[in-house]
Nanobody, 127 residues
Framework: QVQLVESGGGSMESGGSLTLSCKTV????????MAWFRRAPGKGREAVAAIDSDGITRYRDSVKGRFTISRDNLRNSLDLHMNNLNPDDTGMYVC?????????????????????WGQGTQVTVSS
């Protein structure tokens, strides 16, 4: 059974940094499209960043220049390096995966692209 297991969340003051990790268990994700979504209190789920097997990345405008998504295919691991955090970054961060290649980067922020979801890790940023 394939599972996505997130880690690395926590509480942080504004301006701080965190790195989230998502480990894929039960499969190798070399050709997967991977993404981070988040859900903030009172808000819907929103895509934060995505990366495909060719290294093509997409970022939400509000995190560009602050967040970096990366993947390690040997470790089946996806990371999200978050710098200069602010309270608007608070939320449950969830890892998502789509097995196989998907050649439409314009859709990487759409939830229908992904069939595997983790349980999430909480990030709380205080002012």
């Amino acid at each position: 059974q394939v599972q996505l297991v997130e880690s690395g969340g926590g509480s942080m003051e504004s301006g701080g940094s965190l790195t989230l990790s998502c480990k894929t268990v039960g499969t190798t994700f070399t050709y997967y499209v991977m993404a981070w979504f988040r859900r903030a209190p009172g808000k819907g789920r929103e895509a934060v960043a995505a990366i495909d097997s060719d290294g093509i990345t997409r970022y939400r405008d509000s995190v560009k220049g602050r967040f970096t998504i990366s993947r390690d295919n040997l470790r089946n691991s996806l990371d999200l390096h978050m710098n200069n955090l602010n309270p608007d970054d608070t939320g449950m961060y969830v890892c998502a995966a789509r097995p196989g290649k998907y050649g439409y980067p314009d859709y990487y922020f759409e939830t229908f692209v992904y069939s595997l979801w983790g349980q999430g890790t909480q990030v709380t940023v205080s002012s």
